[in-house]
T-cell receptor, first 117, second 113 residues
Framework: EAGVAQSPRYKIIEKRQSVAFWCNPI?????LYWYQQILGQGPKLLIQ????????DSQLPKDRFSAERLKGVDSTLKIQPAKLEDSAVYLC???????????????FGPGTRLTVT | GNSVTQMEGPVTLSEEAFLTINCTYT??????LFWYVQYPGEGLQLLLK?????DKGSNKGFEATYRKETTSFHLEKGSVQVSDSAVYFC????????????FGQGTTLQVKP
């Protein structure tokens, strides 16, 4: 079974530029998550989709970050304009669904490392 | 609010030593608890989980017991190997029904031969 795919793996941009990340979840997974992992910290949820609807975007800086999941499969995360503090690894994860009994395992992609100079 | 706190690293051990990585959580209700591992150059992988009090999660020789009375989920392994060198993250779902995970800051483990 193919895992969660992300691209690009690395990106270097200057502040105030725009950048986009792409994620392809595991086939059949209804739920997709984007996390931001700043160096030395644990991942922090930015946005969660259930199919193509947003479940939680409470920690997404909406003045500069946007995300979409067209047709309930692939997703893109965009930053425009980027700031120095956006330097981080952006992780995409997917799961079959959501719920607590049973809990659904989240499968993570390799991440995109963004450096803003 | 919901949070997860892990012991700071890095933790450096010799091969075959005993490992403990402390994790405590705060949450309303009774969250599910997880340990994820990130090997060098790889993505996060679920190592083990526990969904209710007194549950013990185990995998690959690692264990963690959900202790409600101490709000803890410490990770243990009796004999570590060089291949266990990685970053370990404790996480909670904060009793949420959405699957949202709240992570600790991660603990780097380095095992020397």
């Amino acid at each position: 079974e193919a895992g969660v795919a992300q691209s690009p793996r690395y990106k270097i941009i200057e502040k105030r530029q725009s950048v986009a990340f792409w994620c392809n979840p595991i086939s059949g997974h209804a739920t997709l998550y984007w996390y931001q992992q700043i160096l030395g910290q644990g991942p922090k949820l930015l946005i969660q989709f259930q199919n193509n609807g947003v479940v939680d975007d409470s920690q997404l800086p909406k003045d500069r970050f946007s995300a979409e999941r067209l047709k309930g499969v692939d997703s893109t995360l965009k930053i425009q304009p980027a700031k120095l503090e956006d330097s981080a690894v952006y992780l995409c994860a997917s799961s079959l669904g959501v719920g607590r009994q049973p809990t659904y395992e989240q499968y993570f992609g390799p991440g995109t490392r963004l450096t803003v100079t | 609010g919901n949070s997860v706190t892990q012991m700071e690293g890095p933790v450096t051990l010799s091969e075959e030593a005993f490992l403990t990585i402390n994790c405590t959580y705060t949450a309303t209700g009774y969250p599910s608890l997880f340990w994820y591992v990130q090997y060098p150059g790889e993505g996060l992988q679920l190592l083990l989980k526990a969904t209710k009090a007194d549950d013990k999660g185990s995998n690959k020789g690692f264990e963690a017991t959900y202790r409600k009375e101490t709000t803890s989920f410490h990770l243990e392994k009796g004999s570590v190997q060089v291949s266990d060198s990685a970053v370990y993250f404790c996480a909670s779902d904060g009793s949420s029904n959405t699957g949202k995970l709240i992570f600790g800051q991660g603990t780097t483990l380095q095992v020397k031969p």
